[in-house]
């Protein structure tokens, strides 16, 4: 079955970084963009930023561009994101999720546990 396991968050000062992981299984990962999504306490999901099946194209959330930079390798089924400069703004819970790509819409169809990310001092 399709699973996608998120790991490397954690409590960073503001203008820290951090590297999140995503382990996909059970499914043919270099077919499929993949995303990343956060949600803030309180706070409805936000869409973070998505890659295309072979990591050639990106797209990020403005609220990101300029900080993060997303990332996979097909040879190990694994998604990336870097994230540097973070801000307190940037705490969440941060899930990877499976992607397609409906003209200019992005759908989710599989997501991961999460991994919490916390910017404080």
């Known amino acids: 079955q399709v699973q996608l396991v998120e790991s490397g968050g954690g409590l960073v000062q503001p203008g820290g970084s951090l590297r999140l992981s995503c382990a996909a299984s059970?499914?043919?990962?270099?077919?499929?963009?993949m995303s990343w999504v956060r949600r803030a306490p309180g706070k409805g999901p936000e869409w973070v930023a998505a890659?295309?099946?072979?990591?050639?194209?990106?797209s990020y959330a403005t609220s990101v561009k300029g900080r993060f930079t997303l990332s996979r390798d097909n040879a190990k089924n694994t998604l990336y994101l870097q994230m540097n400069s973070l801000k307190p703004e940037d705490t969440a819970l941060y899930y990877c999720?499976?992607?397609?790509?409906?003209?200019?819409?992005?759908?989710?169809?599989?997501w991961g546990q999460g991994t919490q990310v916390t910017v404080s001092s």
């Open positions: 890659i295309n099946t072979d990591g050639g194209t990106t």
């Open positions: 999720a499976r992607t397609t790509k409906d003209g200019t819409a992005y759908e989710y169809d599989y």
């Open positions: 059970g499914f043919t990962f270099s077919s499929y963009y």
